[in-house]
């Protein structure tokens, strides 16, 4: 019997590019028995084509030129080269010529995803870009297919490998920020230039990806609240420890009746909620459906196979599923942005050795300023710098100011999560 071949066009050969590769290879057989096709790699786009490989690849295959992708009879074009540009235009042009397009390029989506949505349902082709939120874990392909009759109320997660990885290391073996990023630069956990993902901007594109596919629209990016992790210390996640909870880089959207909100940020989880068991590098996505209950979805969410897997999972499904339009992607102006200080209970953490750093001073002007406070954890090192973690109710940043500026303390508030939430 002949399998037709499908030719496919790779814009990238880094960490992805070379999972999708050994992905076909390893999986060649299999996938032409059950697709009934075979998948034929016949240009991969890379910057340099001179370049030290992981993956074999002959030399007419390797190009640096996006034309030459563009005019090899391609009918899929798989985008895992990274960035806005020229990523958008090298998509845009091949969906423009009727390929098919996958991706893995969350920022990509994040900010030219309603366009490319939209041009993909003129041109009737499939924009697949499972890869693009939380790697190996198959989030979308749920949301798109088994979630259709449940309202979503709430989702959240942590969708970020490489801050989970920093803030496991932190909390087990005590360490700095910077002693562990080093750590994970040397493992390949973390980038040269970290930023993007300790400072929260891989997991706000991809909170705002999952929000289109839930909610139908998301927020413009600038109106993400979103906060990284750089600025947490030992000391920080050490108390939070001991008051019974875990500081995680939680991103969360939730619809209320005022619009949705997205927001990013370290949070305070107790040991026994379930994304406080996620650790290293994993990933883990928590569902709330009005029918279904809590859902959580967690396994490795980047890495060359997991991520590639789930490239080549879309592959599978766009060569097997005729094409239906994609539901169009809005951005709405988002209700007033929440502040952590405002919410019903955080974890505070403050720091200082002024005369007024005391607990009873603190506590008396919480009090006194109708602030509850639940629970307490107080240090004092040898040098009369207090420490403390508070658990506190209607904490407010006017409050908060006047710690720093009438008591001399540092102070950082973590939202908080209850274990049932
Ligand atoms: N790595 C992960 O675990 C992971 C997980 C989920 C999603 N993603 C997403 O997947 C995409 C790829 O990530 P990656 O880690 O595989 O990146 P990478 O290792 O840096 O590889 C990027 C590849 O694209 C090529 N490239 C980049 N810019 C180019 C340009 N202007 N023209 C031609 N070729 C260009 C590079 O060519 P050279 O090899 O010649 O430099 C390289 O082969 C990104 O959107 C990323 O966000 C990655």
Known sequence: MSVEVVKVGLLGLGTVGGG??????????KLAARLGKRIEIVKALVRDAEKERAVQMGRTVLTTDFDEVLHSGVDIVVEVMGGVEPAYDYVRASIEKGCHVVTANKELLAKRGAE???????????????????GGIPILGVLRQFLRTNDITGIRG?????????????????????????????????????????????????????????????LPLAEVSRKGIADLTCGQIRIASELGYRIKLIAQANQTGDGIHLSVEP?????????????????????????????????RGAGEMPTASAVVEDLAYLLTQPF?????????????????????????????????????RVLQFLRASGVEV??????????????????????????????????????????????SE
């Not at 949505?117 to 693009?132: D, G, I, M, P």
């Not at 920093?166 to 040397?186: C, D, F, G, N, P």
């Not at 949070?267 to 029918?291: E, K, R």
């Open 20 to 29: 999708v590769i050994k992905t076909i290879h390893s999986q060649q057989e």
């Open 267 to 299: 949070t305070a989880l107790p040991l026994d909620h379930p994304l406080a068991q996620i650790q290293d590098s994993y990933n883990a996505v928590q569902l709330s459906g009005n029918i279904v209950g809590d859902l959580l979805f967690t396994g």
């Open 158 to 218: 942590i969708l970020n490998g490489t801050t989970n990885f920093i803030l496991t290391k932190m909390e087990a073996e005590q360490l700095s920020y910077q002693e562990v990023l080093r750590e994970a630069q040397e493992l390949g956990y973390a980038e040269a230039d970290p930023r993007s993902d300790v400072e929260g901007f891989d997991a706000m594109y991809k909170l705002y990806i999952l929000a289109q596919l839930v909610y139908g629209e998301s």
């Open 324 to 360: 239906t339009p994609h539901p169009v992607w809005k951005e709405r102006e988002g209700a007033a942005k929440e502040l952590s200080g405002g919410r019903e209970q955080s974890l505070c953490y403050v720091e200082g050795a002024g005369p007024a750093a005391t607990p009873d």
């Open 374 to 419: 639940h629970k307490l954890k107080v240090q004092f090192d040898l040098g009369g710098v207090l420490r403390a973690g508070l658990i506190t109710s209607g904490l407010h940043e006017e409050h908060t100011d006047l710690l720093r500026s009438d008591f001399g303390l540092q102070v950082r508030c973590f939202p908080l999560l209850h274990a």
């Open 116 to 134: 490319l949505v939209e041009l993909a349902n003129r041109h009737q082709v499939h924009l697949a870009y499972e890869a693009s939120v939380a």
